[in-house]
């Protein structure tokens, strides 16, 4: 388990900055008020009462966060199963666990997910998410790419 110091520390730090962002959010920015940053990125602070693109929002509190318990428990047994030399899975497993702890924060005090990132254009408009998103996301993208590595670094019969 000592190996996997690392990884728990870089899941503290996600849930830690993706809260302190939120909390930012929560106390500085105006709700459901667009705020430009560029000309295709805005911040607009909104409430999300389901996952991920708001899925399941018809879900109790207490289902969604069984839910993400059940994630978060398949995504740890995973982490240990992998071997040490996969060290961008483990990363990419810390980063799902600590967006998916984040998230799961906001839902049990708050009842809502926080969210306030909006990719947009001027005819079209991306799901508004928040860091702990971005962190599963990119966690995930992390996961596929180290297996995609592993596997062809695997030796291949020839074809004598």
């Not at 900055?17 to 008020?33: A, M, N, R, S, Y």
């Not at 602070?45 to 966060?65: E, K, P």
Request: hydrophobic share 55%; glycine share 6%.
């Amino acid at each position: 388990m000592k190996s996997l110091t690392p990884y728990a520390v870089l899941t503290i730090v996600a849930i830690a900055l993706d809260q302190w962002i939120k909390q930012l959010v929560e106390t500085g920015l105006p709700f459901q008020e667009k705020i430009d940053l560029v000309p295709f990125l805005a911040l607009f602070r909104t409430y999300n009462t389901g996952i991920a693109f708001s899925m399941f929002s018809s879900l109790s509190d207490t289902g969604l966060i069984a839910v993400a318990a059940a994630v978060v428990a398949f995504v740890l047994y995973l982490a240990v199963k992998t071997p040490p030399n996969q060290v961008l899975a483990r990363i990419g497993f810390a980063f799902i666990v600590g967006g998916a702890l984040g998230n799961v924060i906001d839902r049990t005090v708050y009842g809502h997910v926080i969210d306030y990132i909006l990719f947009h254009t001027p005819v079209w408009s991306f799901a508004v998410f928040n860091l702990a998103d971005v962190f599963i996301s990119v966690g995930a993208a992390a996961v596929v790419l180290d297996e995609f590595i592993t596997w062809r670094r695997q030796p291949r019969p020839s074809d004598d």
